[in-house]
T-cell receptor
Framework: AQSVSQHNHHVILSEAASLELGCNYSYGGTVNLFWYVQYPGQHLQLLLKYFSGDPLVKGIKGFEAEFIKSKFSFNLRKPSVQWSDTAEYFCAVSPYNTDKLIFGTGTRLQVFP | DAGVTQSPTHLIKTRGQQVTLRCSPKSGHDTVSWYQQALGQGPQFIFQYYEEEERQRGNFPDRFSGHQFPNYSSELNVNALLLGDSALYLC?????????????FGQGTRLTVV
């Protein structure tokens, strides 16, 4: 079955620390990849997406993610986090030619000043 | 520009009852997807509607049904509610049917079944 794994359930960082959130998926075919963010009290928002081309994609607010096909991974990174990055982060996969998103269980990020 | 709006925001129902949740897509969008997000979990795909028809369906029982209207708004109906149906129900809209479509999410309807 298709699935997405986010191994970090809860991450606590100080401001200016670097961030890397892991995401692995299981699906044998072509996929499109997404990271969504949910700030406290707000709706899910797209952070970045990958569907072809350069495997290193840049999103909003200084986030980036790298697609490594051989490892079935799409890890999210940010070199220096801010307090305002406190949120829940969801990795999602969409098998090619479908519109459904398969989400991981999410990673709760807390950034302290 | 109004984003995706869902109503109601919160709902409490009794086991065995039926519930209808509503979604208005973002302006210009014609495709609506519904997701169920249980506490501590990621959203799970229920189904998607396009041109007033169900196009894709996730692994949910027939108790979950939906409808899309000519104005692209959508309803999610759940019959014979179970305690396990308690969750946040999210609606997402998009304007194209390609795989790279960005889905815009609403704030969700929090359903509690008692």
């Amino acid at each position: 079955a298709q699935s997405v794994s986010q191994h970090n359930h809860h991450v606590i960082l100080s401001e200016a620390a670097s961030l890397e959130l892991g995401c692995n998926y299981s699906y044998g075919g072509t996929v499109n990849l997404f990271w969504y963010v949910q700030y406290p009290g707000q709706h899910l928002q797209l952070l970045l997406k990958y569907f072809s081309g350069d495997p290193l994609v840049k999103g909003i607010k200084g986030f980036e993610a790298e697609f490594i096909k051989s490892k079935f991974s799409f890890n999210l990174r940010k070199p220096s986090v801010q307090w305002s990055d406190t949120a829940e982060y969801f990795c999602a996969v969409s098998p090619y030619n479908t519109d459904k998103l398969i989400f991981g269980t999410g990673t709760r990020l807390q950034v302290f000043p | 520009d109004a984003g995706v709006t869902q109503s109601p925001t919160h709902l409490i129902k009794t086991r065995g009852q039926q519930v209808t949740l509503r979604c208005s897509p973002k302006s210009g969008h014609d495709t609506v997807s519904w997701y169920q997000q249980a506490l501590g979990q990621g959203p799970q795909f229920i189904f998607q509607y396009y041109e007033e028809e169900e196009r894709q369906r996730g692994n949910f029982p027939d108790r979950f049904s939906g409808h899309q209207f000519p104005n692209y708004s959508s309803e999610l109906n759940v019959n014979a509610l179970l305690l396990g149906d308690s969750a946040l129900y999210l609606c997402a809209s998009s304007w194209a049917t390609g795989p790279a479509t960005e889905a815009f999410f609403g704030q969700g309807t929090r359903l509690t079944v008692v």
